[in-house]
């Protein structure tokens, strides 16, 4: 039952491919998105065939200011390759503040943050092979890359030289639209973008997991870190809370580095071994070259050579918060003990897969707030303030 767009829809179509939207939703509105065929007739006059749009229901940020508000939108419907999961939690990254506020740039509205989803397998294609229905299932920061690349082959695909298609705000390679994310009640992803889940630890504390878990477990696995390492973790929030767990359970004698010492209590409670207050010049001075690595954080503007001065010969302080504005950074602070600053961005599939595997098989989970969707705007404001231990996380089921 093919169905024939006007020219209307038409227009709207082609001009919503150029700004990089999707207007899909409008093109199934007068038959169910279920069982209708669309050629559309693009302006190259080729014929584009959309089959089977699947209906979701989501919560949107129509532009930079305005609170979130409901968003019913399509997701493709599964492929072959696709597995077709009901979200049941989306832990709230502040990249999706980020994002919603269009500080980064390049948001696309309506935009549907979220990544960090977790949810119970609905439907799969023809040719998977990981997952079944029922299976848990998760999603985290990317859903797409070229799986071509050199990176890609490496299982780097976060470093895609082609560009990884990110799983809210990105180019969607498949629909032609833009990707929309985990505040929303089902998701369609190729299989090789998705992740098991145990069972085993409670669902809502995973999610945090699939950003923030990986996030700081990459760079502790990349550099090693160990027993026998003294690591220091700069900031305890939704990152830092899971560094200090993650790399106290590798072993190392970990320190958290804060500025407000009611802190202190929390750190030790996550796992820390020492505390030491950053705007005391005293303890500072006593940290002078201290620590094997530094985890940082901090996505605010912040001064990095205080916290170089504190690592010890050949030591390396690796940035995973990514403050808006450039810092300067003396080359006296590196030179002086042979010391590196470096960077770390999210994991491969294969590593978020072993991250939570570990998690799992450690009883490592990320501590949480669980809220409800309506309840978002004011999530992202104490954020803001750091009023949050340590992550909210959406239950999906009040959407
Ligand atoms: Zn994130
Ligand atoms: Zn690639």
């Known amino acids: 039952m093919p169905v024939f767009v006007n020219t209307v829809i038409q227009k709207n179509y082609t001009s919503g491919i150029e700004n990089n939207n999707t207007p899909i939703t409008i ?26 749009m699947s209906a979701t229901k989501g919560y949107a940020a129509y532009n930079a200011t305005d609170n979130l508000a409901p968003f019913d939108f399509n997701r493709r419907e599964v492929g072959p390759h ?10 709230v990254c502040h990249s999706d503040l980020h994002q919603v506020h269009n500080e980064w740039g390049g948001t696309v509205y309506p935009i549907v943050p979220g990544h960090e989803i977790v949810g119970k397998v609905t439907a799969v294609g023809a040719h998977v092979r990981k997952f079944a229905v029922g299976d848990l299932a998760g999603v985290g920061c990317l859903v797409d890359s070229c799986q071509e690349c050199d990176n890609c082959e490496k299982g780097l695909e976060q470093f895609c030289r082609n560009g990884f298609t990110g799983t809210y705000n990105g180019k969607d390679k498949i629909s032609g639209g833009v990707t929309y994310g985990g505040y929303s009640n089902q998701i369609v992803v ?3 973008f998705v992740l098991k889940v145990s069972d085993k630890l409670p669902l809502a504390n995973v999610a945090p997991l699939l950003c923030a878990g990986i996030t700081t477990y990459s760079p502790l696995r990349h550099w090693k ?11 305890l929030g939704g990152l830092g809370h899971m560094a200090v ?7 190392a004698e970990v320190t958290m580095l804060s500025t407000s010492p009611g802190k202190e209590q929390d750190a030790r409670h996550l796992g820390a071994h020492h505390f030491a207050l950053t705007s005391n010049e005293e303890q500072v001075k006593e940290l002078t070259g201290k620590f094997d690595f530094i985890i940082d954080t901090v996505s ?12 010890n010969t050949d030591g390396v302080m690796i940035c995973v918060g990514a403050p808006p504005t450039p810092s300067l950074i003396s080359a006296f602070s590196l030179i002086g003990g042979r010391k590196s600053l470096a960077g770390s961005l999210i994991g491969g599939i294969a590593e978020t897969q072993e991250m939570l ?39 999906m089921a009040t959407l």
């Open 357 to 395: 595997d570990y998690c799992a098989e450690h009883n490592i989970t990320s501590d949480v707030e669980v809220i409800e969707m309506a309840y978002i705007d004011e999530a992202y404001k104490r954020m803001l303030k750091g009023d949050v231990k340590y992550r909210f996380v959406i239950d």
């Open 300 to 311: 605010a503007e912040h001064n990095y050579n205080v916290y170089l001065g504190m690592l």
């Open 27 to 52: 093109l199934t509105s007068s038959v169910s998105p279920q069982e209708v065929t669309l050629h559309i007739f693009l302006k190259t006059t080729t014929i584009k065939t959309i089959q089977k």
């Open 82 to 91: 696709d597995v077709q999961f009901e979200i049941l939690y989306c832990g």
């Open 245 to 251: 767990k993650l790399a106290a359970s590798f072993g």
């Open 190 to 192: 190729d299989e090789k």
């Open 225 to 235: 870190v160990g027993k026998g390492h003294k690591v220091a973790v700069v900031g």
